[in-house]
């Protein structure tokens, strides 16, 4: 009986130091497993970038067909308060840590440029509504597609810049057009998929791609 006793005391010391193991190799190959989520808005914004677009929804792009513009009712005033959506982009974005702007002004995210003059800014949205249009918003109704042309609940959607940059950009997505400065791709590659992913919007191959060499080292 003492030779059973001792192989049950090897035993349960053995599949002691397997669970010991197990719980090791589980917190290796997991460490985020027993975090609680809570991390900062700083870490959520970079270190997730690539699992974000890993959440795309990947498909061809529709075509253009139906698609007009005027069909996305913007620059509304949503809370009335006689600041419409692009007073109130300009509003946010306004800063006054620009050097030779000590009045305020204004940094064009996509070229570097800075002004005092908003006359100078057009408001991007980040994805266009065109390339809205045809990743998704062609089945979205009249609302919808006013709420997502004045898209004030997350600052990422829209973006105060050149007017030169935004009409280089027209209604491109990213493997047709890159923001001139490159030190806004991670900024602006990270804009476009938190974007897409907040309503919905698909994205091609060729997007998914793009943006994967464009996020790279965020
Ligand atoms: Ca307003
Ligand atoms: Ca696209």
């Known amino acids: 009986m003492g030779h059973v006793r001792t192989v049950g005391r090897v035993l349960a010391r053995v599949v002691g130091a397997l669970v010991v193991l197990g719980v090791a190799a589980?917190?290796?190959?997991?460490?985020?497993?027993?975090?609680?989520?809570?991390?900062?808005?700083?870490?959520?914004?970079?270190?997730?970038?690539?699992?974000?677009?890993?959440?795309?929804?990947?498909?061809?792009?529709?075509?253009?067909?139906g698609y007009d513009r005027e069909l996305f009712e913007h620059?509304?005033?949503?809370?009335?308060d006689g600041?419409?959506?692009?007073?109130?982009?300009?509003?946010?974005?306004?800063?006054?840590?620009?050097?030779?702007l000590p009045d305020g002004g204004w940094l064009s995210l996509y070229d570097g440029y800075t002004t005092d003059d908003p006359g100078e800014l057009d408001i991007?949205?980040?994805?266009?509504?065109?390339?809205?249009?045809?990743?998704?918003?062609?089945?979205w109704d009249a609302e919808r597609r006013e709420a997502f042309a004045n898209d004030?609940?997350?600052?990422?959607?829209?973006v105060a810049v050149t007017a030169a940059t935004n009409r280089a950009?027209?209604?491109r997505d990213p493997?047709?057009?890159q923001p001139p400065a490159r030190g806004a791709w991670c900024w602006y590659g990270e804009a476009w998929v938190a974007t897409k992913l907040?309503?919905?919007?698909?994205?091609?191959?060729?997007?998914?791609?793009?943006l994967r060499n464009m996020l790279a080292g965020c």
């Open 124 to 139: 991007d949205h980040v994805v266009p509504l065109a390339e809205a249009w045809r990743s998704g918003a062609s089945d």
């Open 175 to 177: 493997a047709e057009w």
């Open 198 to 210: 907040r309503w919905g919007l698909t994205a091609d191959q060729a997007e998914v791609d793009a």
């Open 83 to 100: 600041c419409d959506t692009r007073c109130e982009v300009l509003e946010e974005e306004r800063r006054t840590d620009l050097a030779g």
């Open 26 to 65: 589980w917190w290796l190959l997991d460490p985020g497993a027993g975090d609680d989520g809570s991390g900062s808005a700083a870490d959520a914004d970079t270190a997730d970038a690539p699992a974000d677009l890993d959440r795309l929804v990947v498909a061809p792009e529709g075509g253009e067909e």
């Open 152 to 158: 004030l609940d997350d600052p990422r959607a829209l």
């Open 169 to 171: 950009k027209g209604d």
């Open 75 to 80: 620059w509304v005033d949503a809370d009335g």
